[in-house]
């Protein structure tokens, strides 16, 4: 779910994921219809308190930190890059799904009419907003829409920080839609409903997807495995009685290593759902994995911005997550 526009012009070939602990950058080789080859990976650690994930508040609460980590990354990178794209925290973005009946012919009042919608649950004005939208699900009750609406000073705090390392930020998108567009890098279209779960150890966002529309999302901070159990059981309810849920096609992990799915709590969570919980997996998507092997948590820290990268390259321009 792409916060801004996309270039018109070739996309960045890195992109970078900075989070609460760590900044994540990714850079790919070869253009759309090409074989995609990961050139280069890096990871730098954040000090304690340097980001601060928020809806509502302030989060580069230490940007020369931030900034000095990014120039790290650049080093292990082995570039400086001029462009970038960017994935953020899932909690600098309020994820939602408006509906209407009848949809205006004019894009124009399209997002007049949206963002009415938003005024009515918005934690801010939609005025300091900065608002994405696409078209999702599509039934008998009307035309649904996937919106992601974030304070515009909240998102400038992480482009600000781009800039003062030389790269200037374009795409901008949430973690777990970068982790969605690794999924269908890799896997291709999923029929039927599926679920994916982005869990770190700082937060975790929960998304059900029919074949490629978002109909469900669901973001909470907090760790732990009886966090998600009870957020897993609250989503599989509210998927049968809400949803018409009749069971999931796949539900695929997102930020924990696949032999942390084996633990007693993630057996207990894919029991809960019905399925088996598979560890995303973006090597179906790649012929070449860069100079340096993938270590367990490597793979899982830079697959939101793997997947924005592969998204990119794919030329897809829709912002669909």
């Not at 649904?144 to 781009?162: G, K, L, N, P, S």
């Not at 567009?181 to 029929?191: D, E, F, K, L, P």
């Not at 909470?220 to 096609?249: I, N, P």
Request: charged share 20%.
């Amino acid at each position: 779910m792409s916060l801004t526009s996309l270039f018109r012009t070739p996309p960045p070939h890195v992109a970078i994921d900075i989070g609460p602990r760590r900044i994540s950058a990714v850079a790919l080789a070869g253009g759309p219809g090409a074989p995609a080859q990961v050139t280069a990976w890096a990871m730098e650690p954040l000090p304690e308190g340097a980001v601060v994930p928020s809806l509502t508040a302030p989060n580069l609460a230490r940007p020369a930190d931030v900034a000095a980590a990014l120039a790290r990354v650049w080093e292990r990178l082995g570039q400086r890059p001029r462009r970038v794209a960017l994935v953020l925290p899932d909690a600098v973005g309020k994820v939602s799904l408006v509906r209407f009946q009848a949809v205006p012919p004019k894009a124009a009042d399209l997002e007049g009419l949206i963002k009415f919608q938003l005024k009515k649950s918005a934690p801010f004005s939609v005025e300091e907003s900065q608002i994405s939208f696409i078209a999702g699900a599509k039934t008998d009750e009307g035309q649904e829409f996937v919106v992601v609406q974030a304070r515009r000073d909240i998102v400038t705090e992480y482009e600000q920080a781009c800039a003062a390392s030389g790269a200037s930020a374009g795409a901008v998108e949430l973690a777990t839609f970068g982790v969605a567009h690794c999924v269908r890098a890799a896997a291709g279209t999923i029929s039927g409903d599926w679920l994916l779960i982005h869990a770190t150890a700082d937060s975790a966002s929960l998304a059900i997807f029919r074949s490629e529309a978002l109909v469900f999302f669901r973001h909470r901070g907090g760790d732990g495995d009886s966090h998600l159990l009870e957020m897993a059981h609250q989503t599989a309810m509210y998927y049968q009685d809400r949803l018409g849920g009749r069971g999931f096609a796949r539900v695929l992990v997102g930020g924990t290593p696949a032999a942390a799915l084996q633990s007693e709590g993630w057996r207990e969570i894919q029991a809960r759902l019905g399925v088996p919980a598979e560890a995303v997996d973006p090597a179906p998507a790649l012929t070449a994995f860069g100079t340096t092997p993938w270590s367990s948590g490597t793979m899982e820290a830079v697959v939101p911005a793997l997947g924005l990268a592969l998204s990119l390259r794919a030329g897809r321009q829709d912002g669909r997550p």
